[in-house]
């Protein structure tokens, strides 16, 4: 299926979709990354939610500096073209921080005006293998019940270990997300198989959606802000479309900078948002379970309060009440 995909005289065209804020470095490193992929159709849309870093100047400068054909574009320009962009890379200012789904949306009704068959959501701190996309797309084509396909994510400063195998599991009585393989060594072949009977969701920091996934089933819920976009996505697809995994499809992902986290650790902002999505979800989807989900919070805020955490106790609180 590869070199079918790869030697078609009309490849799928397909975009790569980027969302920055204040992480021009990372951002620059994963734009280095996919000038070296293998996918012989593909535009890069790279977000930026209002960064005060001058990230918008260093992208423009990048792109000069190799050659790359560029175009900027305001928000609301590019959620209402008309036109087909052509160039290699699409810089769309979003003005401010609309959080991960509001940011990525905007790339996303881009998308929408275009005609992309794929749009592959990649965080900006990862770096990929060349035939990382090639992949994605090849386990698609091969079963168009996949609406949204995963990759292996790989630690990038401890490559050997797994972040996560295509994505995780949900606990539906506490709200409470699971990685597939977390922390494992990293060892090929692995059982897709496997993976797909545990799966029930795609890990946002790789994620391949097909037009008609987009089309059928919408946007990503802006109102999480932050965490459980994506297990969102998949909830509302189930019945309508599978999800898939392309193991041999190798991410590197330096996990939450955007976000301030080191790997492990948690800072106050990603706890308040972590609970408020998560209660969310939970009252959306699984209300009857809303007294679990209130009585694990509860137990974890102690915890806090008693190891000295002040700070994510206080966070924890706020999310719960903010939710």
Same mark, same amino acid.
């Given at each position: 299926?590869?070199?079918?995909?790869?030697?078609?005289?009309?490849?799928? &065209?397909?975009?790569?979709?980027?969302? %920055? #804020?204040?992480? #021009?470095?990372?951002?620059?490193?994963?734009?280095?990354?996919?000038?070296?992929?293998?996918?012989?159709?593909?535009?890069?849309?790279?977000?930026? %939610?209002?960064?005060?870093?001058?990230?918008?100047?260093?992208?423009?400068?990048?792109?000069?500096?190799?050659?790359?054909?560029?175009?900027?574009?305001?928000?609301?320009?590019?959620?209402?073209?008309? *036109?087909?962009?052509?160039?290699?890379?699409?810089?769309?200012?979003?003005?401010?921080?609309?959080?991960?789904?509001?940011?990525? *949306?905007?790339?996303? /009704?881009?998308? &929408?005006?275009?005609?992309?068959?794929?749009?592959?959501?990649?965080?900006?701190?990862?770096?990929?293998? =060349?035939?990382?996309?090639?992949?994605?797309?090849?386990?698609?084509?091969? %079963?168009?019940?996949?609406? +949204?396909?995963?990759?292996?994510?790989?630690?990038?400063?401890?490559?050997?270990?797994?972040?996560?195998?295509?994505?995780?599991?949900?606990?539906?009585?506490?709200?409470?997300?699971?990685?597939?393989?977390?922390?494992?060594?990293?060892?090929?072949?692995?059982s897709q198989a496997e993976v797909l009977k545990q799966l029930d969701y795609v890990m946002g920091a790789s994620m391949l959606i097909s037009r008609k996934f987009l089309e059928e089933i919408g946007l990503m819920e802006e109102r999480y802000f932050l965490y459980y976009e994506e297990i969102d996505w998949a909830e509302r697809a189930k019945g309508k479309f599978e999800l898939g995994?392309?193991?041999?499809?190798?991410?590197?992902?330096?996990?939450?900078?955007?976000?301030?986290?080191? =790997?492990?650790?948690?800072?106050?902002?990603?706890?308040?948002?972590?609970? /408020?999505?998560?209660? +969310?979800? +939970?009252?959306?989807?699984?209300?009857?379970?809303? =007294?679990?989900?209130?009585?694990?919070?509860?137990?974890?805020?102690?915890?806090?309060?008693?190891?000295?955490?002040?700070? &994510?106790?206080?966070?924890?609180?706020?999310?719960?009440?903010?939710?």
């Amino acid at each position: 299926m590869h070199q079918n995909i790869v030697s078609q005289a009309n490849p799928l &065209r397909a975009a790569v979709l980027l969302l %920055n #804020w204040n992480g #021009w470095r990372d951002t620059l490193e994963c734009l280095e990354s996919l000038r070296s992929l293998d996918y012989p159709n593909v535009q890069i849309i790279l977000c930026d %939610n209002g960064s005060s870093d001058n990230s918008l100047q260093h992208f423009v400068a990048w792109a000069q500096q190799h050659a790359v054909s560029y175009r900027t574009l305001l928000r609301h320009d590019a959620e209402h073209t008309t *036109n087909t962009v052509h160039e290699k890379l699409i810089i769309i200012e979003n003005g401010e921080n609309l959080g991960f789904a509001g940011g990525n *949306n905007v790339g996303l /009704r881009f998308a &929408r005006t275009q005609a992309f068959e794929y749009i592959w959501l990649l965080n900006t701190d990862t770096t990929v293998k =060349p035939d990382a996309l090639t992949k994605l797309i090849a386990e698609v084509e091969a %079963n168009p019940k996949i609406g +949204m396909c995963g990759s292996t994510l790989l630690y990038y400063h401890a490559p050997d270990t797994v972040q996560t195998l295509c994505g995780g599991r949900i606990n539906r009585r506490t709200g409470e997300p699971q990685h597939i393989g977390a922390f494992q060594k990293f060892q090929q072949p692995i059982s897709q198989a496997e993976v797909l009977k545990q799966l029930d969701y795609v890990m946002g920091a790789s994620m391949l959606i097909s037009r008609k996934f987009l089309e059928e089933i919408g946007l990503m819920e802006e109102r999480y802000f932050l965490y459980y976009e994506e297990i969102d996505w998949a909830e509302r697809a189930k019945g309508k479309f599978e999800l898939g995994y392309a193991p041999e499809s190798i991410v590197y992902h330096k996990e939450g900078r955007s976000v301030g986290n080191q =790997p492990k650790t948690y800072t106050p902002t990603s706890v308040y948002y972590m609970t /408020r999505s998560r209660v +969310m979800f +939970m009252r959306k989807f699984f209300p009857k379970q809303l =007294p679990r989900v209130y009585a694990r919070l509860f137990i974890s805020v102690v915890g806090q309060i008693a190891r000295g955490n002040w700070k &994510r106790a206080v966070a924890m609180v706020k999310g719960l009440l903010n939710a």
